[in-house]
C-alpha cells in the first residue's frame, strides 16, 4: 500500500477555500499541539544546525582502542563499532536527514502545485496528459517506485532526493489538481470570470492562494513519511554512504551489534521518533488553523 493513501484520505477537497486568516501565528500558539510540535520542530533543527558545534568530537574520525564503549562522561550515547563518537554522528546526521526531508518535500510541493494547477485551470488535452503520466507514477507506491529508480542510478545522496522527487511530486499534483477543480466553482471565483477577468489573474488571486494553503497542510503531515522514507531507504544502503552519518544508516549499523552494545539503537531511534511526532502535531494543528470548518 502507498505511504500517500492516508493522507489522500485526509486531504480531500474542502466545500469552502482554504486561505491562511488573520492572525495564523497567534492561533498555532493558542494550540496545544502545535506548541508542542513546534517545541519539538526547533529543538530537532536547532540540534541540527549547531551540531559541528555542540558534537564534542568529529563524527567521522575512528578511534578503535574505544569501539563499542558503554555510555559515559566522556561519550554520552558510547561509541560504534569504529570507536566513533555516537552523540556527534547522531548531531551530524540530524543535517543530512532532516536537510533531505525538507529539500525534497519543498521541490515535490512546487513541483506539483505547478503542474497541478495548470492541469486543473487548462483543462483539456492538457489535463489528460498531465494525469495519465500521474497515473502511471501513483500505479506503484512511491517508496516502491523510489528503491527502484535508486537501484538504476545507484546509492548515494543525490540520486536519493532525485529518486524520491520522482515517485513523489504525483501525489501532490493529484491533489492539486482537485483544489483547483473544486476552486474553480466557488462564487468569487464565478464572479471574477464574469467580471472579464482573465484566467491568469484568477489563478494567482483567488485559486493559488488557497490551493497552496491546502497542500501545505499536506506537505506538513507528510514530513514525517518523507523522514521516514530517508532513513528506511539509508538503512538498506541505498542513501548517504559512509562514512557520512544519517540517522537511518546509523540505524542499520547498530542493529549488527545489538547484542554487545544496544544502547547504539537508542542514538538514530529516538531523533527519528521525535521528528515524526512533531512533524504530525504541527500538521495536525495547522490544518485545524487553516481550515475554516476545523478552527476551534
Do not use: C
Not at 493559488?208 to 503531515?221: D, K, M, R
Not at 559512509?242 to 542493529?255: C, F, H, K, N, Q
Amino acid at each position: 500500500m502507498s505511504l500517500e493513501t492516508p493522507l489522500l484520505q485526509q486531504a480531500q477537497p474542502a466545500t469552502t477555500p482554504v486561505a491562511p486568516p488573520r492572525g495564523l501565528w497567534a492561533r498555532l500558539l493558542r494550540h496545544r499541539e502545535a506548541k508542542l510540535g513546534l517545541g519539538l520542530a526547533l529543538l530537532l533543527i536547532g540540534l541540527a544546525l549547531l551540531g559541528p558545534l555542540l558534537a564534542p568530537f568529529a563524527p567521522d574520525a575512528p578511534n578503535f582502542r574505544a569501539k563499542l564503549e558503554a555510555p559515559s562522561a566522556e561519550h554520552w550515547l558510547g561509541t560504534d563499532q569504529s570507536g566513533r563518537d555516537q552523540l556527534s554522528r547522531v548531531l551530524d546526521a540530524g543535517r543530512r536527514t532532516l536537510g533531505t526531508a525538507l529539500l525534497v518535500l519543498g521541490a515535490v510541493f512546487i513541483i506539483g502545485l505547478v503542474l497541478g494547477t495548470i492541469a486543473g485551470m487548462a483543462g483539456g488535452l492538457v489535463d489528460v496528459l498531465l494525469m495519465r503520466v500521474v497515473d502511471v507514477l501513483m500505479a506503484l507506491p512511491s517508496i516502491v517506485l523510489a528503491i527502484a529508480i535508486v537501484g538504476v542510478l545507484g546509492p548515494g545522496f543525490q540520486n536519493l532526493v532525485l529518486a524520491l522527487v520522482i515517485s513523489w511530486w504525483a501525489y501532490y499534483a493529484r491533489l492539486a489538481r482537485s483544489y483547483v477543480l473544486n476552486a474553480r466553482q466557488r462564487p468569487d471565483v464565478i464572479a471574477a470570470r464574469l467580471a472579464g477577468i482573465g484566467w491568469g489573474r484568477i489563478m494567482v488571486g483567488h485559486v493559488l492562494p488557497g490551493v497552496a494553503a491546502q497542500l501545505l497542510i499536506v506537505a506538513t503531515l507528510d514530513l514525517g513519511s518523507m523522514i521516514a522514507a530517508i532513513a528506511g531507504l539509508s538503512f538498506l544502503g541505498l542513501g548517504v554512504q559512509p562514512p557520512a552519518a544519517e540517522w537511518g544508516a546509523m540505524l542499520a549499523d547498530s542493529r549488527l551489534y545489538f547484542t554487545l552494545a544496544p544502547w547504539l539503537l537508542l542514538g538514530p531511534v529516538v531523533p527519528i521518533f521525535l521528528a515524526v511526532i512533531a512533524a504530525n502535531l504541527l500538521g495536525n494543528a495547522l490544518r485545524d488553523t487553516l481550515d475554516p470548518g476545523r478552527l476551534r
